[in-house]
């Protein structure tokens, strides 16, 4: 696959995801709604707001792109700088304990 078509379908990827996670969110934990809905609550928002499942995803693409692979403490200083940066994302209780104890200084592979 040529890098061009490559590239393509990482931000296709990304970019759907966003949406999906953006458009979702007011339903997560819901049951019974309809496709019908879905398109009455989206033409009702003015701005569609992602998630922390995509401000992750988001930490999770900056470091492979930036190390060219994987490298867990360089993605996990990431996980941690986005979140300081836009908390509101709706992460639960676990992340931000887990970030807390890294910036405390535990490796980024025990603090879970």
């Known amino acids: 696959m040529d890098i061009d ?3 393509s379908k990482f931000f296709g990827s990304m970019i759907g995801t966003a949406v999906g996670d953006a458009l979702g969110a007011g339903f997560e934990g819901l049951q019974g ?3 019908e809905h879905v398109h009455t609550v989206a033409d ?3 701005v569609l707001r992602y998630t922390d499942d995509t401000h992750m995803m988001i930490g999770v693409a900056e470091s492979l792109i930036a190390k060219i692979g994987f490298n867990g403490e360089h ?3 990431r996980f941690v700088k986005n979140y300081n940066w836009e ?3 709706g ?3 676990g992340p931000p304990r887990i970030f807390a104890s890294i910036q ?3 490796a980024w592979d025990k603090a879970s």
């Open 87 to 89: 908390p509101f994302r």
């Open 75 to 77: 993605m996990a200083d």
């Open 104 to 106: 405390a200084g535990e």
């Open 44 to 46: 009702r928002r003015r």
């Open 91 to 93: 992460y639960g209780p």
């Open 5 to 7: 078509t490559l590239q």
């Open 33 to 35: 709604f309809t496709e």
